[in-house]
């Protein structure tokens, strides 16, 4: 199993960038998968998930900047993150939860660095 994050650098405030992450060695599309960030001295937290039926959550923090989304096809989950604050400055991972309710195990990536500059 593998998943491999990228797209993370160094923006300015108000700025984009686009994550992706592409997986193999697993049900793609039939994982949930997520999105979760850690900043230094800070816990991991959850910024934004899809289940295998595109319903999607978001944090109260990035809801209505940020879009996540996933192409089956292509084994990849996106997060689109527009208007970023420095406050959103984090390593990001993705993270796939796969298998049976009773027996789901969760992959991650090893992250991509996301910086914002005010």
């Known amino acids: 199993v593998q998943l491999a994050e990228s797209g993370g650098g160094l923006v300015q405030a108000g700025g984009s960038l686009r994550l992706s992450c592409g997986a193999s060695?697993?049900?793609?599309?039939?994982?949930?998968l997520g999105w979760h960030r850690q900043a230094p001295g800070e816990q991991r937290e959850l910024v934004a998930a899809?289940?295998?039926?595109?319903?999607?959550y978001y944090s109260d923090s990035v809801k209505g900047r940020f879009t996540i989304s996933r192409d089956n096809a292509k084994s990849t989950l996106y997060l689109q993150m527009n208007n970023l604050k420095p406050e959103d400055t984090a390593v990001y991972y993705c993270?796939?939860?796969?298998?049976?309710?009773?027996?789901?195990?969760?992959?991650w990536g090893r992250g991509t660095q996301v910086t914002v500059s005010s």
């Open positions: 993270l796939a939860t796969t298998g049976p309710l009773a027996a789901a195990r969760d992959f």
């Open positions: 060695g697993i049900a793609f599309r039939g994982s949930t």
């Open positions: 899809i289940t295998s039926g595109d319903t999607t």
